[in-house]
C-alpha cells in the first residue's frame, strides 16, 4: 500500500504509469476495437496521410490501416518485451541464487560462463543466436532474453552473496532447513524485491531491442506487424511519406519513456536505501524554529556551555518524534559532565543540537538556546557555526571508521583539519599532527601518520579521533559513546588518554555513555536522561552512591557489577515509551513502582537544592 | 554429573592451503586446541575480546562451521560424524544471535519463524505445532498477538525473546548464547538474563554463554573460561577467577573492566594489541603484552595446566 503510494506520490512515475496504463489497455482491447483487419492490402488507398476519411493515421505503402497496424503492433511488442523480460528474470535469477548461494566452484564456473556471455557485443550476439535459429519474432525474443541473463544474473548474485552469510540464514540452518528449502523460503523472498526492481528498470530496453531485431527484418516477417518492422518499413519512405514512420516511432518512445519513469519510481520506492531519504541532502545547519522568545541569557561570566531549555523535534510526515523535550546543561571551564542514558533517551541528539549537527531535514530544534561562551548558537550564521566546529567545540563520535575518511592518511585529515581553522603552512601542520598523534599515545606516530584508517586497529582509530577532536586546541569536547564498541583493555587505555588531556589543557567535557562504570571514573558531575529530559543531576559520587530518582536507582540496580558474584539482577519492566506518544506527567511512571495519580498529569519539574536536582514528585530518601 | 558437551582439541583454521599455482595461502588460526566440559545443568561462560575466536568456537559447537581438528561430544554422542548437518545438532543443541534483529528474516512473521523448527527439527503437525508456538511465547513472556507482525515491529529485547523461543522450539539440552544481551539496554539486559535463568532453572537446560562483559558472565554463570587469541588461558569458577586471577591476561581484563568507585587504571605496557593473526608469535600470544613474561614464555604455548581447586592455567609463571 505504501509501495503504491510512494510511486503515485513520484509525479514523473505516476505520468508515466498512465501512460503506460493507457497504452495496455488499449493493446489488450485491440480485438473488441473497431478496426480494420491490420494485414489487409488495398494498393488504391496506399499512403493516405493522417486524418483523412477511414484511416485517422494514415495508411502504408500497402494501403493497410496504420491505426490498426499500430494497435496490434504495439500489442505484439509489448508481449514480446515482457516475455523477454521475464524469461531473462527467470533464467538469470536462478543462476545468480546458486551462484551466491552455493558459492566456491559452482559460483566460479556459472559467473565465468555468464562473463563470457557478456564479452560479446549484445546486438552481434542476438544477431548470432537469431542467425542459428532462423528470423521469426520467437527467436528474436530467445536472442533478447538470453542477451539479458548476465545482466540479472550478476545483480542477483551480488544480493544473494550478502544475503547467504547474514544471520537469519543461519538461524533457519539451525531450525533444520537446508538447501533448496532454505533458497526457497528464506533467500528467495529478499531477492523478490530486487528482480522486481531489475525487471521494471530493464523491460523499456527490451521492448528496444526487439523492435531493432524486427527493424533488421530479423523479428516478426510479414504481414505480422510489430513497432520495430512497422519502423523497418516504413524508413524506405521517410521522405515521402514521413507518417509511416513517425506513428511506430512516436509509439516506441511512449512505451519506452513510460515503462523508464515507471521502472524508476518502482526502483525508488522499493529500493530501503532511496526510501529512508539518503537522496534528501540535509543542511549545513539544523532548522531552528523556535515557539517561543529566546530565554534571556544570564548575567555574569557563567559556565562555558549553559543549555536552556532545548527541544529538538523530528517531524517525519504526520508523526513528531520530541527526542529532546527541555534539556537544561551547564559546564564550567575545565568540567567534565557525564550525560547517561539508554538507547532512545535523546542523549546524542542533545549532543548534536549543540552545534546543530542534527539532520534537518527531518531534525528541527523548537526551543531553547545553547550558549557557548555566551553566544547562542542557535542564533548563528552558518558560517560563524562552522568556525566553531571543530575548534572552539569538537566531537569525538563512536565509530572512528565511519567518521574517518578511507581514502585519506590520517596525518592528512589532521593537517586538513588544522588548516580548516588557521592559516598554517603545511609541514608545521603537519609536524603538529604527528605531535597530537604522539599525545595519544600512536606508537611510531610519524610512521603512522602515513596509514590510512582501515590500516590501523579499533583502539587506535579511536585514538586518531581524539586527536582530530583535540588538535585546534578546543574549549569543550563532547563524546559521544567513544569506547562502546571497544574492548576493555583497550578502553582503558583511551579513557585514560582522555582523563590525561583534559586535566593537562583544562578541557571541558561532555561525555555520553550508558555505563556507571565509566562516568564514575571520568565525570564529576552526571546527568541522567529519559525519554528526552534529565530525570536526575548531581555529583557523580553522590548520584551513584545515593540515586534520588526511581529511574537512576533502579537503572544502577540492573546493571551487574564484577565481584557480586552470580545473582539474579532486578530487571525494569517495560520498555521505554516511544518518543512520538509520550505519556503525560512522568515518562517514567508505567515503568514505576511508586507511580501514583499526580505523576501521570502535568508537568514535573526538575528541582533541588546545591547541585543535586530530580524530576519526581516522590523522590527517593538520602540516608542520613 | 554427566556431560553435556565435551569438546576435545578443537580447532578452527582458516584459509591455508595452496593456490593454483602453488603458493601458499595465509592461514588464520581462529581457535587452537580447545578442550572444554560442561556439566549437565551447569552454566559455562567464555570471556574474551574481539577475534580472540568465540564466535568461531560457538558456531563449530551449533554445527554451522567445519572444525579442521578435534571432537565434539553432546549428551554422550559424538557428533562427529554430522558435522556439516546444522539439523542434527539443531536437536540436542541450539544457539541465540547476538543481534536479535538480524537473526529474524524481515520478511517472515514471527509465527512463520517459530513454525520451521517445529516442523523440520520436531516434525510437529499443524496443531502441535499450534500447542507448541502458544507454550513458547508464554515461556518468553510474549503475546499471542505478536506472531503475526514482522520482526522490524519489535524491539531488541522482544526480538532477543523470538530468538530464544526458536532456540528452544526443538527442545534442545543446551544452548548456545553468543553475546545475547550485548545489543541491547541495560534494563532490557536484565530482564533477557532472568528469563534466560528461569527458563534453565524449569527445562533443566545447560549454557554456553559467551560475552565480552565480565560482569554479566560472571552473574550468570557456574564456571568461566577465558579465551585469548584462539587459545582458552584460564578457567575457573565464576566465583573467583575474576577475584583471584591466575594468568596475567585474565588480570589485565578483570582490572580493565569499568567500574564504580574505582579509579582508572591505565594498561601497563606499549603494545595493547593483538598479535597478528597471519604471523602468530611461536610461543605465549600474551608475552609480548605481559609484565611477568620471561624467555621460556617466548618459546612454546605453555599448555593449560590444572592450579587445584578446579582452577586450570595456561601460564608458566601464573600469579
Not at chain 1, 16 to 32: D, H, N, T, Y
Not at chain 2, 216 to 239: C, D, K, M, N, Q
Request: aromatic residues 4%; glycine residues 10%; proline residues 8%.
Amino acid at each position: 500500500m505504501t509501495t503504491l503510494r510512494l510511486i503515485w506520490r513520484n509525479r514523473l512515475a505516476a505520468f508515466g504509469g498512465i501512460v503506460l496504463c493507457a497504452v495496455v489497455v488499449v493493446a489488450l482491447l485491440a480485438p473488441l476495437l473497431p478496426l480494420p483487419d491490420p494485414d489487409l492490402t488495398a494498393p488504391a488507398e496506399r499512403l493516405k496521410p493522417p486524418f483523412s476519411a477511414g484511416a485517422l493515421l494514415g495508411t502504408d505503402h500497402l494501403g493497410r490501416d496504420l491505426l490498426s497496424r499500430l494497435i496490434w503492433g504495439t500489442r505484439l511488442s509489448l508481449a514480446v518485451g515482457i516475455a523477454a523480460a521475464v524469461i531473462a528474470a527467470a533464467i538469470g535469477s536462478t543462476i545468480g541464487i546458486i551462484a551466491g548461494f552455493r558459492g566456491g566452484r559452482i559460483d566460479n564456473l556459472l559467473m565465468r560462463g555468464i562473463d563470457m556471455l557478456m564479452a560479446f557485443p549484445y546486438i552481434l550476439l542476438a544477431l548470432a543466436i537469431v542467425a542459428v535459429l532462423g528470423p521469426g519474432l520467437v527467436n528474436a525474443l530467445y536472442a533478447v532474453a538470453a542477451v539479458n541473463v548476465p545482466f540479472f544474473a550478476r545483480n542477483i548474485r551480488g544480493v544473494t552473496v550478502g544475503l547467504a552469510h547474514r544471520e537469519f540464514v543461519d538461524a533457519a540452518r539451525l531450525s533444520g532447513k537446508s538447501g533448496a528449502r532454505l533458497v526457497f523460503t528464506e533467500i528467495l523472498p529478499n531477492v523478490l524485491p530486487v528482480i522486481v526492481i531489475a525487471m521494471s528498470t530493464t523491460i523499456g530496453w527490451m521492448i528496444l531491442e526487439t523492435a531493432g531485431l524486427s527493424f533488421l527484418g530479423l523479428g516478426s516477417q510479414p504481414p505480422q506487424a510489430d513497432l520495430g518492422s512497422m519502423l523497418g518499413e516504413g524508413r524506405k519512405l521517410l521522405i515521402t511519406a514521413p507518417h509511416a514512420s513517425i506513428v511506430p516511432g512516436v509509439m516506441i518512445f511512449l512505451i519506452v519513456m513510460s515503462v523508464n519513469l515507471l521502472g524508476d519510481g518502482v526502483r525508488d520506492a522499493l529500493d530501503p536505501r532511496l526510501r529512508s531519504g539518503a537522496l534528501s541532502r540535509p543542511a549545513a545547519a539544523t532548522e531552528v524554529r523556535r515557539k517561543a522568545a529566546t530565554p534571556a541569557a544570564g548575567a555574569g561570566a557563567g559556565p562555558l556551555l549553559a543549555v536552556e531549555g532545548l527541544e529538538t523535534e523530528f517531524q517525519v510526515g504526520a508523526r513528531v518524534y520530541r527526542a529532546v523535550g527541555g534539556v537544561d546543561l551547564a559546564i564550567a571551564p575545565g568540567e567534565c559532565l557525564g550525560l547517561i542514558g539508554e538507547s532512545g533517551s535523546g542523549k546524542s541528539v542533545t549532543a548534536l543540537s549543540l552545534l546543530r549537527l542534527v539532520a534537518s531535514p527531518p531534525g528541527v530544534i523548537t526551543a531553547g538556546a545553547v550558549r557557548i561562551g555566551g553566544e547562542d548558537t542557535l542564533a548563528m550564521k552558518p558560517e560563524a557555526l562552522r568556525r566553531i566546529r571543530g575548534a572552539r567545540v569538537s566531537y569525538i563520535f563512536q565509530d572512528p571508521l565511519g567518521t574517518l575518511h578511507p581514502l585519506l592518511r590520517v596525518g592528512d585529515q589532521l593537517v586538513e583539519a588544522i588548516r580548516a581553522h588557521a592559516p598554517v603552512p603545511r609541514r608545521a601542520a603537519w609536524a603538529r599532527a604527528v605531535a597530537m598523534l604522539e599525545r595519544v599515545q600512536i606508537p611510531n606516530a610519524a610512521a603512522r601518520a602515513r596509514s590510512y584508517p582501515h590500516e590501523l586497529s579499533g583502539g587506535m582509530r579511536q585514538r586518531v579521533g581524539i586527536a582530530l577532536a583535540l588538535v585546534n586546541d578546543p574549549e569543550l569536547v563532547i563524546a559521544d559513546e567513544p569506547t562502546t564498541a571497544l574492548d576493555v583493555t583497550v578502553q582503558a587505555g583511551i579513557l585514560a588518554i582522555l582523563d590525561g588531556l583534559r586535566r593537562e589543557r583544562g578541557l571541558s567535557l561532555l561525555f555520553i555513555t550508558h555505563d556507571f562504570g565509566v562516568v564514575s571514573q571520568l565525570c564529576d558531575r552526571v546527568a541522567v536522561m529519559y525519554a528526552g529530559r534529565i530525570v536526575e543531576t548531581g555529583p557523580t559520587a553522590e548520584v551513584l552512591a545515593a540515586p534520588r530518582h526511581p529511574y537512576t536507582r533502579r537503572l544502577i540496580a540492573c546493571v551487574p557489577e564484577i565481584g557480586a558474584g552470580r545473582r539474579r539482577l532486578e530487571a525494569i519492566p517495560g520498555l521505554p515509551p516511544p518518543v512520538d506518544a509520550l505519556p503525560e506527567g512522568c515518562a517514567f511512571a508505567p515503568r514505576c513502582d511508586k507511580a501514583a495519580e499526580r505523576c501521570r498529569t502535568g508537568q514535573i519539574a526538575l528541582e533541588g537544592s546545591g547541585d543535586r536536582a530530580v524530576r519526581c514528585l516522590f523522590p527517593e530518601e538520602v540516608p542520613a | 554429573m554427566s556431560a553435556a558437551l565435551q569438546v576435545e582439541g578443537l580447532s578452527k583454521t582458516f584459509g591455508g592451503g595452496r593456490s593454483l599455482l602453488g603458493r601458499a595461502r595465509p592461514a588464520v588460526h581462529a581457535v587452537e586446541d580447545v578442550s572444554l566440559r560442561v556439566a549437565r545443568g551447569e552454566t559455562l561462560g567464555i570471556v574474551g575480546e574481539s577475534g580472540c575466536g568465540k564466535s568461531t568456537l560457538a558456531r563449530m559447537l551449533v554445527g554451522l562451521s567445519l572444525p579442521t581438528a578435534g571432537r565434539i561430544e553432546i549428551a554422550g554422542r559424538d557428533l562427529s560424524e554430522q558435522i556439516g548437518d546444522p539439523a542434527a545438532f539443531g536437536r540436542l543443541i541450539q544457539y541465540v544471535f547476538q543481534d536479535p534483529i538480524a537473526s529474524l528474516n524481515p520478511r517472515k512473521t514471527i509465527r512463520q519463524i517459530l513454525e520451521a523448527p517445529l516442523r523440520h527439527l520436531a516434525g510437529l503437525d499443524a496443531p502441535g505445532r499450534r500447542a507448541r508456538i502458544s507454550e513458547l511465547l508464554d515461556a518468553v513472556n510474549l503475546r499471542a498477538e505478536f506472531l503475526d507482525r514482522y520482526p522490524h515491529e519489535f524491539s531488541g529485547g522482544q526480538a532477543q525473546r523470538i530468538g530464544i523461543a526458536r532456540a528452544l522450539a526443538a527442545e534442545p539440552r543446551i544452548l548456545v548464547l553468543d553475546e545475547p544481551v550485548s545489543a541491547l539496554d541495560v534494563s532490557v539486559q536484565a530482564q533477557v538474563l532472568n528469563l534466560l535463568a528461569d527458563l534453565r532453572a524449569r527445562l533443566d537446560l545447560t549454557y554456553l554463554f559467551i560475552s565480552h562483559d565480565l560482569a554479566v558472565v560472571e552473574a550468570v554463570s557456574e564456571r568461566i573460561a577465558v579465551l585469548y587469541f584462539g587459545r582458552l588461558v584460564e578457567t575457573g569458577p565464576a566465583a573467583e577467577i575474576f577475584a583471584r586471577p591466575r594468568h596475567p591476561y585474565t588480570a589485565l581484563l578483570a582490572a580493565s573492566a569499568p567500574q564504580v568507585g574505582r579509579p582508572l587504571s591505565p594498561p601497563a605496557g606499549e603494545a595493547q594489541e593483538l598479535p597478528d593473526p597471519y604471523a602468530p608469535p611461536p610461543g605465549c600470544a600474551f608475552a609480548a603484552r605481559c609484565p611477568r613474561a620471561e624467555a621460556d614464555c617466548r618459546a612454546a604455548p605453555p599448555p593449560l595446566r590444572p592450579m587445584g581447586g578446579g582452577r586450570a592455567a595456561a601460564c608458566l609463571h601464573p600469579l
